[in-house]
């Protein structure tokens, strides 16, 4: 059973494209997180929602939406994507530690 | 601005032999440490923790150390066993900072250990 799922695992797009990525934990917990690892292999913290309301809101562009329909999910969804959005994105889930997910390679050309 | 560091962006050691992997942080506000380990394509997933009343916690084969004054943190493998090998990042947090049960977990860049058999 996989704990913290998500989908895409990789997603290849065209600059100007609005896309989203999927997550969804099966552990019960309350909070979730969005991080971005870029190609300098920074993995940084951009959202956290606990109990599908916003928390962390790391000074991310507005192009970037978290939507939490429910506890157990919380989607990212990136409007006008840019060159600079190439990245692994990383969603996580916590009770007492974070529980990360696979991650989704997004390429942008 | 880095407040996590991990200077080494790669280690190779020997099956067998001790790993040591170092971690140094700016943030004095910082007093929870964690290293996680990640494969390729995978998530990272968590290994140890330190809270900065100690200076040391150890967990089988992998002791964490902490030098508050120095401000660094040292991870230690051992023995070392092939399927070590993995990116192990070093993470740090104000453990008091937590809103709605958030924490904010900053991460270094990782380390890329290998272990030749």
């Known amino acids: 059973d996989t704990a913290v799922s998500q989908t895409p695992k990789y997603l290849v797009t065209q600059m100007g494209n609005d896309k989203s990525i999927k997550c969804e934990q099966n552990?019960?917990?309350?909070?979730m997180y969005w991080y971005k690892q870029d190609s300098k292999k920074f993995l940084k913290i951009m959202f956290s929602y606990n109990n599908k309301e916003l928390i962390i809101n790391e000074t991310v562009p507005n192009r970037f939406s978290p939507k939490s329909p429910d506890k157990a999910h919380l989607n990212l969804h990136i409007n006008s994507l840019e060159l600079g959005d190439s990245a692994v994105y990383f969603c996580?889930?916590?009770?007492?530690?974070?529980?990360f997910g696979p991650g989704t390679r997004l390429t942008v050309l | 601005d880095q407040q996590v560091k991990q200077n080494s962006p790669s280690l190779s050691v020997q099956e067998g032999r001790i790993s040591i992997l170092n971690c140094d942080y700016t943030?004095?506000?910082?007093?929870?440490f964690l290293w996680y380990k990640k494969y390729p394509a995978e998530g990272p997933t968590f290994l140890i923790s330190?809270?900065?009343?100690?200076d040391k916690n150890e967990d089988g084969r992998f002791t964490v150390f902490l030098n508050k004054s120095a401000k660094h943190l040292s991870l230690h493998i051992v023995p070392s066993q092939p399927g070590d090998s993995a990116v192990y990042f070093c993470?740090?947090?104000?453990?008091?900072?937590?809103?709605?049960?958030?924490?904010?977990?900053?991460f270094g860049k990782g380390t890329k250990l290998t272990v030749n058999p």
């Open positions: 996580a889930s916590k009770k007492d530690l974070q529980y």
């Open positions: 943030n004095s506000m910082f007093d929870y």
């Open positions: 330190i809270s900065s009343i100690k």
């Open positions: 552990l019960g917990h309350d909070t």
């Open positions: 993470a740090a947090s104000v453990a008091g900072e937590t809103q709605g049960g958030s924490e904010k977990l900053v």
